[in-house]
């Protein structure tokens, strides 16, 4: 992570900026970033993701409106955008190597917000050119925040209760759902646990379910659809906006798991025979060892 800071302390700083100063990144933390996007790893399942820096000139009107976040965000310069090719776990991959980027840009200071939702989808497309078989899930400003958050910035956050997290206890289970999992039981894994609740989420639903394995380091994560995402919502163009928040859960988990030098990986297996709730679904299991 940049300045030696813990990963924790990054996860516990972010939150999603909606208001900028204008500003284009200095050229120090542009490199930085750009490094750092050049060097990153396929997600856990395999997928590659190709991340691109993008800027709006602050003159070009067509390009300010290319680079549109329909009022979302305010005076943001540089974007953060990507591509996957369409593949099995495209989403979720796409979402753990976006927070890898999205977590290093906080981690210089700089302000982000996922956006999988607000913004012109096709003038990004054509800004990274995107390739036929790829998909652009989602993009984030990355810039310096404004000194105050704006209005429409600090209703967003009202209305997605932005600081709010359902509790421990409805989100981590001890061997089937309906059973919490407690601290104890968690053992060292307690830390990444909480650290996959600070995670962002689409309106902040928060999907992410973990059932552990009793007595043994194995973590199921499951996806609990919203009814709202689950009808026509849940596939905007860019695809499905709650498995980016399965990818963003399993990168909290994985960083805060190797900080915390808890050896383990991320995989896809035949899903575990549980009694599931009502629209939940297995989505991978991290298997420590
Ligand atoms: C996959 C994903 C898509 C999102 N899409 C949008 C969006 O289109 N517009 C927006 O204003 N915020 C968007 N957000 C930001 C969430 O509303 C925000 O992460 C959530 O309310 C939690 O607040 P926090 O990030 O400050 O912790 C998105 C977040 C995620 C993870």
Not at 172 to 191: K, Q, T, V
Not at 277 to 286: I, L, N
Request: aromatic share 10%.
């Amino acid at each position: 992570m940049a300045n030696e800071l813990l990963i924790a302390d990054v996860i516990r700083v972010r939150s999603s900026w909606r208001s900028y100063d204008g500003r284009p990144l200095e050229p120090g933390d542009r490199a930085r970033l750009e490094d750092f996007i050049a060097a990153l790893e396929p997600g856990p399942f395999g997928g590659r993701v190709r991340l691109e820096l993008v800027e709006a000139s602050p003159g070009d009107r067509a390009e300010l409106r290319a680079l549109g976040t329909y009022g979302a965000v305010k005076r943001a310069r540089t974007f953060l955008a990507g591509a996957i090719k369409q593949r099995p776990m495209d989403m979720e991959d796409y979402g753990y190597v976006f927070e890898r980027a999205v977590l290093f840009a906080t981690a210089l200071g700089l302000g982000t917000c996922w956006l999988g939702a607000s913004f012109n989808r096709s003038g990004f497309a054509s800004k990274i050119n995107l390739a036929r078989g790829e998909i652009l899930p989602a993009v984030s400003p990355v810039g310096y925040v404004a000194s105050r958050r704006t209005a429409v910035d600090a209703v967003t956050r009202f209305f997605a209760r932005a600081k709010r997290r359902k509790p421990w206890e409805k989100l981590f289970f001890d061997g089937a759902f309906g059973r919490p999992l407690s601290r104890e039981a968690a053992g060292p894994y307690a830390e990444v646990l909480a650290m996959v609740r600070l995670a962002p989420s689409a309106s902040n639903r928060q999907p992410w379910r973990i059932v552990k394995e009793a007595g043994r380091d194995v973590f199921h994560l499951f996806i609990s659809r919203s009814a709202v995402y689950s009808g026509v919502a849940t596939s905007v163009a860019g695809g499905d906006l709650q498995r980016l928040d399965m990818g963003i859960a399993c990168c909290h988990f994985g960083l805060t798991a190797r900080e915390l030098g808890l050896p383990g990986k991320w995989e896809r297996l035949e899903p575990p025979a549980l009694k599931l709730p009502e629209r939940t679904s297995y989505v991978a299991t991290w298997r420590g060892r």
